[in-house]
Structures are given as C-alpha cells and as structure tokens.
C-alpha cells in the first residue's frame, strides 16, 4: 500500500487485516512467521487491499467499528465512531451513574452514544433520533446486538416542533465541520462518510447546537443538562450562545489530544 498510506498507517491497517480479518495468531504475527493462507482468506486479502487503495475506511470493510468497549455494525449511511466520542460518553455516565435519567441523543447515527449510555446507566430511559432512515435501521440493529434498549425515531431537529415531551438529559454530536474545512480532511472520510452527519455551512457553524439549544429549553426538564460534542474552533463561541439562551453551569472540555471537544450545561 506504498504511495496510498503513510508508514505508520499501513502498519496499522496490515496488522487489522492479519489478526482481525485473516485470523492470523497475532504472536505469529508479530514473529513475521511464514503463513498459507487459504484460497478465500486470499480472496479477502486481495479486495480488501484495492478497496484501501480507494481510501475506503477499514472499519466499512470490516463492517463493524469498536466504541466504548461495544461493538458497532457501521455502514457508509452512519459516521465510524471516534474516540473522542467515548469520551463524551465517559463524561454523562459519570455524572449520572446509579439515576434512573431519561435521556435523548439527537443525531444518533449508528447509536453508538445512545447504545452506550443504555449500557453504561441500565436503570435510564434512552431515547435516540436521526433524520436518515439509512442510519436507523442500522443503530436499530445495534442495539438488539448489544442487548441495549433503546426507543429510536426519525425526526428533523431543524424542523421539530417541541410536543411537551421532555428529558433529563439532552446529547448530541451534530454536524459540525464547514464546508471550508474540506480541504483539510483526509479522502477516507471525505469521500466515504455521510455529509449530512458531517458538514454545516460556513456562514451558520453553530446552525444546529444553536437548534438544539433553543429546542432544549423546552425538551430539558428543569435543572436537565445539555451534553455537546463540539468543534475545537467554535469553543467559545458556543459557550456564549448556551449562556444567552440561559444555560448556566457551562463547562468546556477537552479531548485527549488537547483539543476543546465538550461542552455540558444546565437548563435553569
């Protein structure tokens, strides 16, 4: 795969495809033993390698995708969970572990968030939305894998209109990246994963925390928190916007790589 990934990547990706596709042991793996493969195991060697070549992402060829200690079926209709992602995870389970919350995950894509929080707080009310169909079918399936219940609806957070529903917590990692900042994106996630669950345009960045936001004052019980997945350039931005909506408590948190990735607030 020389002249497609750099050196460390395709270190990586061969010892996916050897250990995880292949079944190869990974001691004689790492031993660089000499190994025959069998005629299908060749056959995937040999797909899997042009399909890399086309930059598509491992975790579709592979079809799944691990998260918070699950595993998740991922297809090009949902975005492949990220690690900072888990992390946001990490954050609402420990600020409500052991409460019976009733929580709703706007956006939810493959459910990986929402499937998560139902394993991680058992005694909560999960709830998940998404505007694709695509998406739901799959986090539907998710979900009966991992053995999570989790009540899953297609709705349009930009078009909703409030019911009188409402939930202690509100999550969401929306779209966030602009159109702008395409350039800067590697192809296996430009030319693969879904640009409705990626992009926002450049003139409204905030255009669905700012959404949701305003929508939670009346979704959220009162004292309910709002948990943000956010982009690392509009930190401060949206903590503004959470506070002239009347959000109090805001905190700003960042990812494992020192980048501002989360945001939580209070609704009064």
Not at 116 to 144: C, F, G, Q, R
């Amino acid at each position: 795969m020389s002249g497609y990934y750099t050196q460390s990547e395709a270190s990586a990706l061969t010892r996916i495809i050897a250990t995880e596709m292949l079944g190869i042991p990974q001691m004689t793996f790492f031993l660089k033993d000499d190994v025959t493969l069998k005629a299908e195991q060749e056959a995937m060697l040999f797909d899997t390698i042009e399909r890399l070549k086309k930059h598509e992402p491992i975790q579709y060829i592979q079809g799944y995708s691990d998260f918070c200690g699950l595993r998740f079926k991922v297809t090009p209709a949902t975005l492949i969970p990220r690690p900072e992602t888990s992390e946001l995870v990490e954050w609402i389970a420990a600020d409500h572990s052991g409460k019976a919350a009733s929580i709703i995950d706007i956006g939810t894509g493959s459910g990986c968030i929402a499937i998560s929080l139902a394993h991680k707080l058992p005694e909560s009310k999960v709830t998940a939305w998404d505007i694709s169909n695509d998406a739901l079918a799959v986090a539907k399936e998710n979900s009966k894998a991992n053995g999570c219940a989790v009540a899953f609806e297609e709705v349009d957070i930009l078009a909703y209109r409030p019911t009188g529903k409402q939930f202690d917590i509100i999550v969401s990692n929306p779209p966030y990246i602009k159109e702008n900042e395409k350039s800067a994106m590697h192809s296996n996630v430009l030319d693969w994963e879904p640009h409705t669950a990626l992009f926002v345009p450049d003139s409204d960045p905030l255009l669905f925390y700012r959404t949701i936001a305003k929508k939670g004052l009346t979704l959220l019980k009162s004292g309910g928190t709002l948990y943000f997945e956010i982009n690392r350039a509009h930190g401060a931005e949206t903590m503004k916007m959470l506070a002239d909506y009347g959000y109090t408590n805001i905190e700003l948190r960042k990812d494992f790589a020192d980048n501002d990735r989360m945001i939580k607030a209070v609704k009064n």
